[in-house]
């Protein structure tokens, strides 16, 4: 079973080339435990069945709400040493120490942790100075890449391989324990969207694509009678999709996305 969060959709494709690769048939998208008040996950191994998490890393560390997700779900059938748990993340660059934050979220749960992948996929996080989508050319090259590498990682699970073989990067236990935690807290705010009213054609895609339901089309258009356009609600995890997404670029975070791009999972 693989049980995955996406996005923007490099982590949805990466999921779905994997469950092919390893010719799984139960892919779970968690999105839909990412909203307000969303009941339990209850997950239920048969003997011996492999347990995959594939998800985006957020600031060297997991997605706001997500780890919830895991820490709170119920597992049913699990055995340590007979299911083989594993994680698969995606990120711009590198992880920092996510597989000891997720390995003791798993714990929470009732479950050993067994191994853990990362691999590059082009940026999405645009909001810290300096920080953009990768350039055509490093997003084509890790897009290219991804494939053989998801190659690899099915390898190794069919093997039932453990370990820790996550990119960490510099500074991996500053930016994990200190930056991450600082993150959630102070960085995953919506107060800073605003909608470009002119730009803005209320086509709703932002609202689609907000993993945490938190965008409602509710908002007069004061340029353009009868139309609408999103208001944010409060649960915000800095995901960005709703920025990405619209098809329009009428979303901007403050100042932070001035001159900054664009990017959804092509594949
Ligand atoms: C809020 C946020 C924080 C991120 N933090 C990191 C990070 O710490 N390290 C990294 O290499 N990439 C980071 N990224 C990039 C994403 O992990 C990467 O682009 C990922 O593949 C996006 O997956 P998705 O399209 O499935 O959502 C971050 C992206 C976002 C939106």
């Not at 997500?66 to 594993?86: R, S, T």
């Amino acid at each position: 079973m693989i049980l995955y969060f996406s996005a923007t959709g490099n982590s949805r494709y990466v999921a779905n080339t994997l469950a092919k690769e390893l010719g799984e048939q139960r892919l779970v998208d968690l999105r839909a435990y990412m909203v307000k008040d969303a009941p339990a996950l209850t997950v239920t191994l048969s003997e011996n069945e492999p347990l995959g998490i594939v998800f985006p890393v957020h600031s060297w560390g997991m997605p706001k709400f997500f780890a919830d997700i895991l820490e709170n779900m119920h597992i049913q059938g699990y055995e340590a040493g007979k299911n083989y748990v594993y994680m698969l993340c995606t990120c711009g660059d590198d992880v920092g120490k996510l597989f000891e934050m997720w390995s003791g979220v798993m714990k929470k749960a009732g479950v050993e942790a067994d191994v853990a992948y990362s691999i590059a996929m082009p940026n999405t996080y645009v909001l810290f100075p300096g920080f953009d989508v990768d350039n055509p050319e490093k997003r084509d090259q890790k897009l290219t890449a991804a494939p053989v590498a998801i190659h690899h990682v099915a390898t190794q699970i069919k093997s039932r391989t453990k370990g820790d073989f996550t990119h960490h990067g510099a500074m991996a236990g500053l930016k994990s324990k200190v930056i991450h935690p600082l993150f959630i807290q102070y960085s995953t705010s919506d107060k800073g969207f605003a909608v470009d009213a002119a730009t803005c054609i209320g086509c709703g895609k932002c609202q689609q694509a907000c993993p945490t339901s938190n965008i409602q089309i509710v908002k007069p258009n004061p340029t353009k009678e009868g139309k609408l356009m999103p208001e944010w609600q409060g649960r915000c995890l800095n995901c960005l999709a709703c920025y990405h997404y619209c098809p329009t670029h009428a979303i901007a975070y403050g100042t932070k996305t001035k001159g900054k791009h664009f990017y959804i999972c092509p594949l």
